[in-house]
């Protein structure tokens, strides 16, 4: 059990406690031990917490005791005087006018207190000696540096992707990639030099894939809108010779309706809807009964040419976006620390 009397002021104590076991009362306990009994001023009293909350706490609750124990040598303890108090006040009888004096003084120069969180003692460290840490003389700690981060992934956004091809601006819209998810990903490991990221290759170029793609889709839109009547009747009246789980009749029609749809535009979209890959002949083949004949069209082949190829361009795609991220990686820890330098600014990761 912890004894705050028996525990000696000049050496290191380690307490270990969990919540609600009166941490923040010991420590002001130990506060007023200090500044009577160690004879230190308030501003020689270093307390550190970890939250904004804390420090207050912890401040409202010492100050709170100052003033009691001040009270309690002028007038005598209350009835609900609690041990703490009670063994202070005795200490400090034999010597009572001084013990009344520092209080006073502590009282009034309460503002003066060193009681921060980790990083508000740090920043006032710095402050104090920027000469010597080559910091700025005059910064501001910044909690929270999203706002920075945003402006320098969104800079970062409109450099990669101004001039990008409408197939890959689209797969990027139908992906969901945003700036905001960019930073998202990358965030977590911002501000780590210590972590070894690979840098990944990427490909060349995607205008061999996107050229394989539009043509790939000019063949199917063709056909379908050629002979588009006589592929849906084709493939309705040989259900019975496909897997039913995969070629139920509403799928069926409902791949339908997803190819009037996905072959209205004439240029493509990166993307593929679900479904689409009902119609490509590996499909097919795979789904067709035992014995039973395989639906052949050329229509059915040419989906599988467009299907290879947006998987083929799919896969350039999020090779190039992964390798991006790491290259967006470096550029916010190298943009981050110039605009950080450039206008004063400290944050919890310096």
Same mark, same amino acid.
């Given at each position: 059990?912890?004894d705050?009397?028996?525990?000696p002021?000049?050496?290191?104590q380690?307490?270990e406690a969990?919540a609600?076991?009166?941490?923040?009362?010991?420590i002001?306990?130990?506060f007023? =031990?200090?500044?009577l009994?160690?004879l230190?001023?308030v501003?020689?009293?270093?307390v550190?917490?970890f939250?904004?909350?804390a420090t207050?706490e912890?401040?409202?609750?010492?100050?709170?005791?100052?003033?009691?124990l001040?009270?309690?040598?002028?007038?005598? #303890?209350?009835?609900?005087?609690?041990?703490?108090?009670?063994?202070?006040?005795?200490?400090?009888?034999?010597?009572?006018e001084?013990?009344l004096?520092?209080?006073?003084? %502590?009282?009034r120069g309460?503002?003066e207190?060193a009681?921060f969180?980790i990083?508000?003692?740090?920043q006032?460290?710095?402050?104090?000696?920027?000469?010597a840490?080559? *910091?700025?003389?005059?910064?501001?700690?910044?909690?929270d540096v999203?706002?920075?981060l945003q402006?320098?992934?969104e800079?970062f956004? =409109?450099?990669?992707?101004y001039?990008?091809?409408?197939?890959?601006?689209?797969y990027?819209?139908?992906q969901?990639?945003?700036?905001e998810?960019?930073?998202?990903?990358?965030?977590?490991?911002l501000?780590?030099p210590?972590l070894n990221?690979?840098?990944?290759a990427? #490909?060349?170029e995607?205008?061999?894939?996107?050229q394989a793609?539009t043509? %790939?889709?000019?063949?199917?839109?063709?056909?379908w809108?050629e002979q588009?009547i006589?592929?849906?009747n084709?493939?309705?009246?040989?259900?019975?010779?496909?897997?039913?789980?995969?070629y139920r009749?509403d799928?069926?029609? *409902?791949g339908?309706?997803? $190819?009037?749809?996905y072959?209205?535009?004439?240029? #493509?979209?990166?993307v593929?809807f679900?479904?689409?890959?009902?119609?490509t002949?590996h499909?097919?083949?795979?789904?067709?009964?035992?014995?039973?004949?395989t639906?052949?069209?050329?229509f059915?082949?040419?989906c599988e040419?467009?299907?290879?190829?947006?998987?083929?361009l799919?896969a350039?795609?999020e090779?190039?976006l992964k390798a991006?991220?790491?290259?967006?990686?470096?550029? %916010?820890?190298?943009a $981050?620390?110039?605009r950080k330098?450039?206008?004063?600014i400290?944050?919890?990761?310096?």
């Open positions: 059990v912890f705050l009397f028996a525990t002021l000049r050496e290191t380690l307490i969990s609600g076991t009166g941490k923040t009362y010991t002001a306990g130990l007023l =031990r200090l500044l009994e160690g230190h001023r501003d020689q009293i270093l550190v917490t939250t904004n909350a207050e912890l401040k409202d609750r010492i100050r709170k005791r100052l003033v009691q001040r009270d309690a040598l002028l007038d005598g #303890p209350d009835e609900q005087a609690d041990p703490i108090l009670l063994g202070l006040l005795e200490r400090l009888q034999a010597d009572r001084s013990a004096k520092r209080l006073e003084n %502590a009282i309460f503002d207190a009681i969180t990083h508000g003692f740090c006032r460290v710095l402050a104090e000696r920027a000469f840490s080559a *910091m700025p003389f005059e910064s501001e700690l910044r909690a999203r706002e920075l402006e320098i992934v800079d956004w =409109r450099r990669r992707f001039q990008a091809s409408p197939l890959l601006i689209d990027l819209l139908e969901k990639y945003t700036p998810r960019l930073l998202h990903e990358i965030r977590p490991y501000g780590k210590y990221i690979l840098e990944l990427r #490909p060349a995607f205008t061999q894939a996107e793609l043509e %790939a889709y000019g063949v199917v839109r063709t056909l809108l588009g006589e592929i849906r084709l493939l309705q009246d040989q259900l019975d010779q496909l897997n039913q789980q995969s009749q799928k069926v029609l *409902m339908f309706r997803g $190819l009037d749809l072959l209205a535009d004439e240029a #493509p979209r990166p593929l679900d479904g689409f890959e009902r119609f002949t499909r097919l083949v795979k789904s067709t009964k035992k014995n039973c004949n639906p052949q069209h050329a059915f082949e040419a040419c467009l299907w290879l190829a947006a998987e083929q799919r350039q795609y090779t190039e991006l991220r790491v290259e967006l990686l470096h550029y %916010a820890d190298r $981050l620390a110039q330098q450039r206008e004063q400290q944050s919890y990761d310096d």
